[in-house]
C-alpha cells in the first residue's frame, strides 16, 4: 500500500509542471533562452517569432517607467536600430532592436500601463514581437551567462 501511494505521488509530482506550463502563453518567455545585447534589450525566439523587452537592470536603472512608445505593427527593423522609447521619472530611453524583422505585434498593455515594464519586465511588459529575418545574428547577442558576466564586470 505504502509503495503505490509513493508511486502514485510522484506520477502527480512529475505532471505538475507540465499542468503549470500548458496555461502559459504560447510566447513565454519563462524557461525559454534569452538572449541580450550590451543596451540592455533581450530577445526571446520561438520558431520564428522573437519577443523583445529589456532587462532587469535596464527597468531598475530606468526606476518607474511612465511612457512607452513602440514601432508599430509591419514595421521592418534592423539590429541595433532604434525602434521605440522608454520615459521614466528619472531618464529617457530609446529602444534598439536587438535583431532584424518585421514587427508582428506591440504590447499595447505596455504602452498603456508602462508599469508593467517594472511589475513584470520578461513576462507582461515585454514590448513587441518580430517576425526574424533569420537566426545568424543571434550569435552576436549574450546569453543569460555572458550577460551576467558584462554586469559584473561593466556596471
Same mark, same amino acid.
Given at each position: ?8 505521488? *510522484? ?8 499542468? *503549470? ?9 519563462? =524557461? ?10 533581450? &530577445?526571446?525566439? =520561438? ?10 537592470? *535596464? ?5 518607474? &517607467? ?8 509591419? %514595421?521592418?527593423?534592423? *539590429? ?68 551576467? %558576466? ?6
Amino acid at each position: 500500500m505504502t509503495s503505490s501511494i509513493i508511486r502514485i505521488a *510522484a506520477r502527480i509530482t512529475k505532471c505538475r509542471p507540465i499542468t *503549470a506550463c500548458s496555461r502559459h502563453h504560447q510566447y513565454s518567455t519563462e =524557461n525559454k533562452a534569452r538572449y541580450y545585447t550590451k543596451k540592455h534589450e533581450w &530577445v526571446a525566439v =520561438n520558431g520564428d517569432i522573437g519577443t523583445v523587452g529589456i532587462s532587469q537592470y *535596464a527597468q531598475e536603472a530606468l526606476g518607474e &517607467v511612465v511612457f512607452v512608445q513602440l514601432p508599430d505593427v509591419g %514595421k521592418e527593423v534592423s *539590429a541595433g536600430e532604434e525602434c521605440g522609447a522608454l520615459e521614466s521619472v528619472k531618464a529617457a530611453s530609446e529602444i534598439f532592436s536587438p535583431i532584424s524583422g518585421t514587427v508582428t505585434e506591440k504590447n499595447d498593455k505596455a504602452e498603456s500601463t508602462p508599469s508593467l515594464i517594472n511589475k513584470s519586465c520578461y513576462e507582461d511588459g515585454w514590448l513587441f514581437r518580430l517576425k526574424l529575418v533569420g537566426t545568424e545574428e543571434l550569435k552576436k547577442l549574450m546569453d543569460q551567462t555572458a550577460y551576467d %558576466k558584462y554586469l559584473q564586470e561593466s556596471h
